[in-house]
């Protein structure tokens, strides 16, 4: 979105009368997971774009593999046609050079967090410069924002990455997020929710549309809920959806803060059975049963107000076993005045050589990554039972 909203801010009138024309490609799945959602999602950017007085947008939609599968046998995709800035042509016609120097250009998925190293010697030093805070706003610990995602919720959203988790869950792809650090003593992290709604501020034109908005993700979130309810407060004074990404934590009181100005919840179950989920996020098993009281209190007190989705991490013989699916479609149909859909995500290791870096032991060395055609499989079998269902495939 910063990519466009630049080159939008080009003069047309004033040096370039011959057109502004921006080409980029994006991947299939950095326009949403959910295949019925990409077209709306493509509407929405070109829309924001064109808010901006952009003036020619080129947008190539192309899978690397297709691409690779075309120039090698380009006789099997006679009517495969890219745009080049300013015309189109078929993918077969270029020479195999030109074809090589398109299938290197950058493609665009929906984008994560950054990996920033932070100093942790400052962290909670009383000797840091104090972050100013008017008396009107609410200081937070921020690791990170993405400013163009669309698998986090509705649309295109802006998704806030929170510092701070009391979980280490096994597979985690952000550990740099754990250590829980103090705003007031680390200016490193701390933002207010003024500074954060001047950020997805910028990127309305893109998010307002088709019910997008805010994610606020981690970390974990719920560990912030005064901070969380006040840039949601100020998403929804921008008329922007807001989406709370979080495995559950706090009490009550905490809940229903953060809740009363959340519009959609994606809950990251790390199993149904309380041991397993306890060995997947390395804590207490009693601790893993509020995620399941969490949903249900989502489900008696704000049934006409939030859609939950379930998020679900595929592990070979952890959480894929009959009697964790079991568990999982029947908890599904239980929340249902609320749930919208599961979110199948196969287990990676995409975030595996952060731990190196950080000093900490990775556990899963020996886990394989989830097969596809094995995530599909499920998939077929929560849907036949009644569930809809989204396999998230990076």
């Not at 998403?235 to 934590?249: F, R």
């Not at 249902?336 to 290791?349: C, G, K, Q, T």
């Amino acid at each position: 979105l910063a990519s466009i909203a630049s080159v939008a801010k080009i003069p047309y009138h004033a040096a370039c009368l011959d057109g502004v024309s921006n080409t980029m490609t994006l991947l299939p799945e950095g326009l949403g997971f959910a295949k019925d959602g990409r077209a709306r999602n493509l509407v929405s950017l070109l829309d924001g774009a064109f808010a901006l007085n952009a003036h020619h947008l080129n947008i190539n939609v192309l899978s690397r593999e297709i691409l690779d599968d075309a120039h090698k046998h380009p006789e099997k995709y006679p009517n495969l046609t890219i745009r080049v800035s300013g015309y189109c042509v078929k993918f077969s016609r270029l020479s195999p050079e030109q074809r090589k120097e398109v299938m290197s250009r950058t493609m665009h998925a929906s984008g994560v967090a950054s990996y920033v190293k932070k100093n942790k010697s400052s962290s909670n030093s009383d000797a840091a410069p104090k972050h100013v805070v008017s008396p009107l706003d609410t200081l937070g610990s921020v690791y990170a924002m993405e400013t163009f995602s669309t698998t986090d919720g509705p649309g295109i959203r802006c998704n806030v990455f929170l510092q701070g988790c009391a979980k280490r869950c096994t597979y985690c792809c952000n550990p740099e997020t754990w250590d829980i650090v103090n705003p007031n003593k680390n200016p490193d992290f701390a933002m207010t929710d003024s500074e954060i709604a001047a950020k997805f501020a910028e990127y309305k034109p893109f998010l307002a549309s088709n019910n997008g908005g805010v994610t606020i993700s981690g970390g974990e979130p719920l560990m912030q809920p005064n901070f969380v309810a006040a840039v949601y407060k100020q998403a929804h004074n921008m008329g922007l959806t807001t989406c709370l990404d979080t495995a559950c934590h706090g009490t009550q009181e905490d809940w229903i803060k953060v809740l009363d100005q959340t519009d959609y919840v994606m809950l990251c179950l790390k199993g149904m059975d309380n041991f397993v989920a306890a060995e997947v996020a390395q804590v207490k098993p009693k601790e893993m049963a509020l995620s399941k009281k969490f949903a249900r209190f989502i489900c008696d007190k704000y049934a006409s107000k939030i859609q939950l989705s379930l998020r679900w991490v595929l592990m070979k013989n952890i959480t894929d076993t009959p009697d964790e699916l079991t568990k999982l479609i029947a908890f599904a149909k239980e929340l249902a005045p609320v749930f919208s859909h599961v979110e199948l995500i196969p287990y990676h290791d995409l975030g595996s050589s952060k731990y190196a870096d950080l000093d900490i032991e990775y556990l899963l060395n020996d886990m394989p990554t989830y097969k596809k055609e094995d995530a599909q499989v499920i998939k077929a079998q929560l849907e036949e039972a009644g569930v809809e269902t989204v396999l998230a495939m990076l």
